[in-house]
Nanobody, 124 residues
Framework: QVQLVESGGGLVQAGDSLRLSCIASGRTFSSYTMGWFRQAPGKERGFVAAITWSGTGRRYADSVKGRFTISRDNAKNTVYLQMNSLEPEDTAVYYC?????????????????WGQGTQVTVSS
């Protein structure tokens, strides 16, 4: 069983940076594809970024490409999302997700395990 806990969200001003962390339990964490999703009020949960088990393969939504960086440290059972040049449009609850199938998909339905979410609010 995999448990995920996100942290690092907060209230920031446009142009600021935040780093989100997701600590995972489970002995097979290193073999899972990990992803970040976000959900703004009144919107569907959308893909942000994903990373392969090795950390070599990365995938980003067009809206965050060049600003966000996903990484992982399997020794620490942790995946990160470094968010730079934040914009008000980035305001959302950010969720960490794990996919044992290692598909690195774009759809939330493809991920089996989820954290509780952490709020990111960007003021203009």
């Amino acid at each position: 069983q995999v448990q995920l806990v996100e942290s690092g969200g907060g209230l920031v001003q446009a142009g600021d940076s935040l780093r989100l962390s997701c600590i995972a339990s489970g002995r097979t964490f290193s073999s899972y594809t990990m992803g970040w999703f976000r959900q703004a009020p009144g919107k569907e949960r959308g893909f942000v970024a994903a990373i392969t088990w090795s950390g070599t393969g990365r995938r980003y939504a067009d809206s965050v490409k060049g600003r966000f960086t996903i990484s992982r440290d399997n020794a620490k059972n942790t995946v990160y999302l470094q968010m730079n040049s934040l914009e008000p449009e980035d305001t959302a609850v950010y969720y960490c997700a794990a996919d044992p199938k290692r598909a690195m998909g774009l759809l939330a339905t493809g991920y089996d395990y989820w954290g509780q979410g952490t709020q990111v609010t960007v003021s203009s």
